[in-house]
Structure formats: structure tokens, C-alpha cells
């Protein structure tokens, strides 16, 4: 669903240089808007400032961790100064690995909370500055951990489930300064570093295919489209939400997932 609705505004997206956030900067980029890119590797930064000028646009790219709120607070301003006000700010970094409870150290729990949750209110705390009012669009990435309880992901689970009460408060908190803020819950999306995790073997891909009643896993593109859609005038009424993009997965009970990863 690429339109031109996005020419010239201005979009930052945290965690933007790899998967399915990259994906959604490069959207950006084709329907015409100004990029900004934030993760922790400069190698990684560099390439998608790459990528993404070679669309014809501007992009800006900084190396920062999304726990660091003082250089968080940097870039955006970096960003508001080359770029003018922040018309959309999505905000995607994350961190996974299967571990189960007891299984996991208090740092590696405490490691998943802080880049998943601590992160995305660093940004978007830090941004609130920057942002157009009225106007401004918000799109949080969660999981579908933050619904469905699976084992070996309590530190997800935990961490996304305050990703979108964190959604759901601002939208209430924001909406007096025309400010929108919504989640958007990818599934399955192929081709993406989570995924390979959670599903690393062709036995354990079928296992997740089977619980999607499309019959297939997403691509980057369903959820980018969803993204600039949530972003564009069409959405104008829609804040406070948290939409899955996983056809039908999560209807499904989200089933599969489990038994992918004892395979």
C-alpha cells in the first residue's frame, strides 16, 4: 500500500538498520520521505544510510543503544535540527532469545526488558520534543508474546506486554497534542534474524505454517504497509490500538510456535 501521502515528511525509526524495521524505513524511503535511522552497530547504520539514499532521498544515520537515553535524546535532536519537526517515529528495537525462566540469568532477563521496554520509553520520551503537534504519528513494533504467553519467552512476553500498556497510556497522554500512537504486532515474517531463531530448521518452519490460517509466513513488506498506513491521513482516527499483522496467527491462539522451537 505505498503512496505518495509520505513525500517530504520526516520519519525516524529506532532499531531501523535490519529486518523488519529496516524494511519499514525503506517503505518510507520509496514513498518519499525524509529517514532517519538509529541501532548500536555503525557497520549496520552505515549500510542502511546506504540503502536508503539510494531511493533519491535524505537519511540520516546515528550509532546509539536504545538503553543510553542521553544519546538517544542526541540523535533525535540531531535529527529535528537537520530535518525539521518528526512527522512519524517508529520504534522497533529489540532483543530475543529462548531461554526458559530458570534457565535464564537476571541479566539476561533484566537485558530483554531494557532494550524492549526501557528502550522504546527512552525513545519516545526523548522524541515528544521533536514531534509535529498536532499531527505526529507513533508506531510501536511488539510480538505477539505480548498476548499469548509462550514458554521460553517470559522476558519478551514481560517486556511486550509494557510496550503496548506503554502505547496505550501515551495515546491517551499525547492525543491533546494531536499525537497518535499505536502498536503493530508482526507474526511470523520470514526472513527476519527473530525468526530464524524461533524457527531455525525446515521442520520447525512447517510447525509455524500450519497454525497461519493464510497458509504462509508474512514478509517485511505486509508489515511495512501496514506501518505507512497507520502513519497516512487514511488512519487519521486510529490511535490507541494494537493491530496484528500475522494472518490469522494470533486468532489462532498463535499456535505452532512451541513446538518450532523444542524442534
Same mark, same amino acid.
Given at each position: 500500500m505505498q503512496t505518495a501521502d509520505h513525500a517530504g515528511r520526516t520519519v525516524f525509526v529506532a532499531g531501523g538498520t535490519s529486518g523488519i524495521n529496516l524494511g519499514i524505513a525503506e517503505a518510507f524511503a520509496q514513498a518519499g520521505a525524509r529517514l532517519a535511522v538509529l541501532s548500536r552497530s555503525q557497520d549496520r547504520v552505515d549500510a542502511a544510510v546506504r540503502? $536508503? &539514499?539510494?531511493?533519491?532521498?535524505?537519511? $540520516?544515520? *546515528? #550509532?546509539?543503544d536504545v538503553r543510553n537515553a542521553e544519546a538517544v535524546a542526541a540523535a533525535l535532536k540531531s535529527t529535528h535540527e537537520a530535518f525539521g519537526d518528526i512527522d512519524v517515529l517508529v520504534s522497533g528495537a529489540a532483543g530475543n532469545f529462548p531461554a526458559s525462566a530458570l534457565g535464564m540469568s537476571t541479566n539476561g532477563f533484566k537485558a530483554v526488558v531494557d532494550i524492549d521496554l526501557l528502550g522504546t520509553f527512552n525513545v519516545l520520551r526523548a522524541a515528544h520534543a521533536h514531534l509535529r503537534k498536532p499531527g505526529a504519528v507513533v508506531v510501536n513494533i511488539s510480538a505477539p508474546q505480548a498476548m499469548h504467553p509462550r514458554a521460553l519467552q517470559a522476558h519478551v512476553c514481560a517486556a511486550k506486554a509494557g510496550v503496548d500498556m506503554l502505547t496505550r497510556v501515551l495515546a491517551i497522554e499525547w492525543g491533546s497534542d494531536? /499525537?497518535?500512537?499505536? +502498536?503493530? %504486532?508482526?507474526?511470523? /515474517?520470514?526472513?527476519?534474524?527473530? %525468526?530464524?531463531? @524461533?524457527?531455525?530448521?525446515?521442520?520447525? &518452519? #512447517? =510447525?509455524?505454517? &500450519?497454525?497461519?490460517? @493464510?497458509? &504462509? %509466513?508474512? +514478509?517485511?513488506?505486509?508489515?511495512?504497509? @501496514?506501518? $505507512? *498506513? $497507520?502513519? +497516512?491521513?487514511? #488512519?487519521?482516527?486510529? +490511535?490507541? =490500538?494494537?493491530i496484528p499483522v500475522d494472518g490469522g496467527w494470533s486468532a489462532n491462539g498463535a499456535s505452532g510456535l512451541a513446538a518450532a522451537m523444542r524442534g
Open positions: 540503502t $536508503l &539514499r539510494a531511493f533519491g532521498g535524505e537519511a $540520516l544515520g *546515528f #550509532a546509539a494531536g /499525537i497518535r500512537v499505536n +502498536s503493530v %504486532m508482526p507474526g511470523p /515474517i520470514d526472513d527476519t534474524e527473530g %525468526m530464524a531463531r @524461533l524457527a531455525p530448521n525446515d521442520a520447525a &518452519r #512447517a =510447525a509455524v505454517v &500450519r497454525g497461519i490460517p @493464510l497458509g &504462509r %509466513m508474512g +514478509s517485511k513488506q505486509d508489515v511495512a504497509n @501496514l506501518v $505507512l *498506513f $497507520l502513519a +497516512s491521513p487514511q #488512519a487519521a482516527f486510529v +490511535s490507541g =490500538a494494537v
